[in-house]
């Protein structure tokens, strides 16, 4: 528990019920018999102000960290912000791991292979998803030079972790999850793109092919492309680009699986080319680092800084939050204990946050601006790059304060002349799936799945939801009843309802009501103000064709997006999201 007391007079946090089941089951801190040994309140006091604490290291701030704990306690428990699931459930404990997300090398030879499986470990055990790139693995079948036996290959390898993974719950909180990343050019490609087939096979990994230039070009042209077995160089065979990039496409309209990554993308805005290059993103694909890189990430609740009056956004304190929460973050850097000494070494080195957003389609219902139009995207690039220039803006004041990252004089910031920041990258746009659960918001910038649905939260348990904002026009409208709910639930849409003027279908659209392209569209005007990646699926009808997947993945690498994830309704793995068709 939390050493530093807690001050008289804190508001308490007005929490839905679906809040408080979520935090009182997974982040209130557990005695030896699993009883809870705080409040609500005390969780997130111990968050608040063992965060800010860490400002005591800093001669230079401005702030006396018992003040700033006040005003941090205010930002969290009034939803216009909060950190990400580990710095909730560890900050001020003697766990004290608060990363979200975690990329591991896997280098080529056994010793090498077993030591990233238990450094996977160690970080599921403290809350954070792993990612790994098994790209330098030598294919199944080469020889192994120490015994004369043919070597396994990466998929075979990928089943290890995936079975250690089942078996090391996080914390007792959340199960591990795992990226696995390939480069196209491998010669396992074939059986990467495949490993999904199998229902269950692989079920704690998410899967994403790293396309190259090359590669794509290839697609372009119709041509082969070459094979290289990574720990030889050597060239092992060629394949025709089309004939991938289509089983590719089949196996993610049977499944969702392999997503893409466009890895040559990614590294054209790695902001320190000369640690290397980065293989591999995080579990969800909305942060890529590099070996031995974590980062913490934190979501700014967008549904909050609507102002009724102007009926616009709240811009003064959207920035100041921005300001806090930058500090916040970087604070939790040096708060956080990291599981191993290299990866201490490289977060401190390079001190990435991601500043991120959630509630956006809940903003978008309350400024009456539909998702799927061009208002909408204006109004995304405007808010993300006003998220990211005030980012910068307050990374540049740490900097002042707390000098740069150390890594500074090697990054492009300083090539560029852009001028000394205290953090490699400032924005990322995260799922948050449970942190918007917790705020009662839409997660992440993804629209409404429904406007009332049943949300699986985990072990088979459900909780019912109905949008507050959708609630409230209907009421004002005198169109609410419980019965309505119970329709529009079952049918997860609006738009088939007679009954529903069509200002309200037009404002009200979900997943399924939103074409693949506006899906994209969204996504890429987040992502051209991210320095990092951007979370988001790209949802389908069950009738969706091979050809609508080949035509996204197309368009996100047209539009600049650094990856895509498509998930076709209906198809065969568990959706954490459902509508609640009842019948
Ligand atoms: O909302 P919350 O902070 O719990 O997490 P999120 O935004 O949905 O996911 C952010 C990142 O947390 C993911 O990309 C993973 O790196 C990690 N994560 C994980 O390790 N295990 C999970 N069960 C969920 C998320």
Same mark, same amino acid.
Request: glycine residues 6%; neutral net charge; aromatic residues 10%.
């Given at each position: 528990?939390?050493?530093?007391?807690?001050?008289?007079?804190?508001?308490?946090?007005?929490?839905?019920?679906?809040?408080?089941?979520?935090?009182?089951?997974?982040?209130?801190?557990?005695?030896?018999?699993?009883?809870?040994?705080?409040?609500?309140?005390?969780?997130?006091?111990?968050?608040?102000?063992?965060?800010?604490?860490?400002?005591?290291?800093?001669?230079?701030?401005?702030?006396?960290?018992?003040?700033?704990?006040?005003?941090?306690?205010?930002?969290?428990?009034?939803?216009?912000?909060?950190?990400?699931?580990?710095?909730?459930?560890?900050?001020?404990?003697?766990?004290?791991?608060?990363?979200?997300?975690?990329?591991?090398?896997?280098?080529?030879?056994?010793?090498?292979?077993?030591?990233?499986?238990?450094?996977?470990?160690?970080?599921?055990?403290?809350?954070?998803?792993?990612?790994?790139?098994?790209?330098?693995?030598?294919?199944?079948?080469?020889?192994?030079?120490?015994?004369?036996?043919?070597?396994?290959?990466?998929?075979?390898?990928?089943?290890?972790?995936?079975?250690?993974?089942?078996?090391?719950?996080?914390?007792?909180?959340?199960?591990?999850?795992?990226?696995?990343?390939?480069?196209?050019?491998?010669?396992?490609?074939?059986?990467?793109?495949?490993?999904?087939?199998?229902?269950?096979?692989?079920?704690?990994?998410?899967?994403?092919?790293?396309?190259?230039?090359?590669?794509?070009?290839?697609?372009?042209?119709?041509?082969?492309?070459?094979?290289?077995?990574?720990?030889?160089?050597?060239?092992?065979?060629?394949?025709?680009?089309?004939?991938?990039?289509?089983?590719?496409?089949?196996?993610?309209?049977?499944?969702?699986?392999?997503?893409?990554?466009?890895?040559?993308?990614?590294?054209?805005?790695?902001?320190?080319?000369?640690?290397?290059?980065?293989?591999?993103?995080?579990?969800?694909?909305?942060?890529?680092?590099?070996?031995?890189?974590?980062?913490?990430?934190?979501?700014?609740?967008?549904?909050?800084?609507?102002?009724?009056?102007?009926?616009?956004?709240?811009?003064?304190?959207?920035?100041?939050?921005?300001?806090?929460?930058?500090?916040?973050?970087?604070?939790?850097?040096?708060?956080?204990?990291?599981?191993?000494?290299?990866?201490?070494?490289?977060?401190?080195?390079?001190?990435?946050?991601?500043?991120?957003?959630?509630?956006?389609?809940?903003?978008?219902?309350?400024?009456?601006?539909?998702?799927?139009?061009?208002? =909408?995207? /204006?109004?995304?690039? *405007?808010?993300?790059? #006003? !998220?990211?220039? &005030?980012? $910068?803006?307050?990374?540049?004041?740490?900097?002042?304060?707390?000098?740069?990252?150390?890594?500074?004089?090697?990054?492009?910031?300083?090539?560029?002349?852009?001028?000394?920041?205290?953090?490699?990258?400032?924005?990322?746009?995260?799922?948050?799936?449970?942190?918007?659960?917790?705020?009662?918001?839409?997660?992440?910038?993804?629209?409404?799945?429904?406007?009332?649905?049943?949300?699986?939260?985990?072990?088979?348990?459900?909780?019912?939801?109905?949008?507050?904002?959708?609630?409230?026009?209907?009421?004002?409208?005198?169109?609410?009843?419980?019965?309505?709910?119970?329709?529009? =639930?079952? /049918?997860?849409?609006? *738009?088939?309802?007679? #009954? !529903?003027?069509? &200002?309200? $279908?037009?404002?009200?659209?979900?997943?399924?009501?939103?074409?693949?392209?506006?899906?994209?569209?969204?996504?890429?005007?987040?992502?051209?103000?991210?320095?990092?990646?951007?979370?988001?699926?790209?949802?389908?009808?069950?009738?969706?064709?091979?050809?609508?997947?080949?035509?996204?993945?197309?368009?996100?690498?047209?539009?600049?997006?650094?990856?895509?994830?498509?998930?076709?309704?209906?198809?065969?793995?568990?959706?954490?999201?459902?509508?609640?068709?009842?019948?």
């Amino acid at each position: 528990m939390s050493k530093n007391k807690m001050p008289s007079g804190l508001k308490e946090p007005q929490l839905t019920r679906n809040a408080e089941i979520v935090l009182k089951k997974r982040y209130l801190r557990k005695g030896p018999n699993g009883e809870s040994i705080e409040d609500i309140k005390g969780l997130f006091w111990r968050v608040a102000s063992s965060v800010a604490k860490e400002e005591q290291k800093y001669e230079a701030s401005p702030y006396n960290w018992e003040e700033l704990a006040k005003i941090f306690y205010e930002m969290i428990t009034s939803f216009k912000f909060l950190p990400n699931s580990p710095t909730l459930m560890n900050a001020g404990t003697k766990l004290g791991q608060l990363a979200a997300c975690f990329v591991l090398p896997v280098e080529d030879s056994m010793e090498a292979i077993f030591d990233a499986l238990k450094y996977a470990a160690l970080i599921h055990k403290s809350g954070g998803g792993t990612g790994f790139s098994f790209s330098r693995l030598r294919p199944k079948n080469s020889r192994v030079g120490s015994t004369g036996g043919v070597a396994s290959g990466p998929v075979s390898f990928m089943k290890i972790f995936n079975t250690a993974t089942e078996q090391v719950k996080q914390g007792g909180t959340r199960r591990g999850a795992n990226m696995g990343i390939l480069r196209v050019d491998h010669p396992d490609i074939l059986d990467f793109i495949k490993a999904k087939e199998r229902d269950g096979e692989l079920n704690n990994f998410n899967l994403s092919v790293a396309l190259t230039e090359d590669f794509i070009q290839a697609v372009e042209k119709d041509e082969e492309y070459e094979l290289v077995s990574p720990h030889r160089k050597e060239v092992k065979g060629k394949l025709k680009a089309r004939e991938v990039f289509s089983l590719l496409v089949q196996k993610a309209w049977e499944s969702g699986d392999p997503g893409i990554i466009f890895l040559d993308r990614i590294n054209r805005d790695n902001p320190t080319p000369k640690q290397g290059e980065i293989e591999s993103t995080n579990p969800c694909g909305e942060q890529p680092l590099l070996p031995y890189e974590a980062c913490n990430l934190g979501s700014i609740n967008l549904a909050k800084f609507y102002d009724p009056k102007k009926q616009d956004i709240n811009w003064q304190e959207l920035k100041t939050t921005i300001h806090l929460a930058v500090r916040f973050l970087d604070n939790v850097i040096d708060a956080s204990k990291y599981p191993l000494p290299q990866i201490t070494e490289k977060v401190h080195l390079n001190r990435k946050i991601g500043l991120g957003v959630m509630g956006w389609a809940d903003l978008l219902f309350q400024l009456k601006v539909p998702y799927n139009s061009q208002q =909408a995207l /204006k109004l995304a690039e *405007q808010v993300m790059s #006003f !998220i990211q220039t &005030e980012s $910068k803006a307050a990374s540049k004041c740490l900097a002042q304060e707390r000098g740069p990252f150390p890594a500074y004089k090697e990054s492009i910031y300083y090539e560029k002349k852009l001028g000394p920041y205290r953090n490699a990258t400032t924005t990322t746009i995260a799922p948050t799936g449970t942190l918007s659960i917790i705020a009662a918001c839409s997660s992440g910038i993804e629209p409404l799945f429904a406007l009332s649905f049943v949300r699986n939260v985990m072990d088979g348990e459900t909780l019912v939801e109905v949008n507050p904002y959708f609630e409230s026009v209907l009421k004002q409208k005198g169109l609410y009843s419980p019965k309505l709910m119970e329709e529009v =639930a079952k /049918k997860g849409s609006i *738009q088939k309802l007679d #009954f !529903i003027p069509e &200002e309200i $279908k037009r404002v009200f659209v979900t997943a399924m009501d939103i074409e693949p392209e506006y899906h994209l569209k969204m996504q890429a005007a987040f992502q051209k103000y991210t320095d990092n990646a951007v979370s988001k699926t790209v949802n389908l009808p069950n009738s969706a064709t091979q050809e609508d997947i080949w035509n996204i993945y197309w368009l996100a690498y047209e539009l600049g997006c650094k990856g895509v994830t498509v998930y076709r309704d209906g198809c065969k793995n568990a959706q954490v999201l459902c509508t609640g068709k009842a019948d």
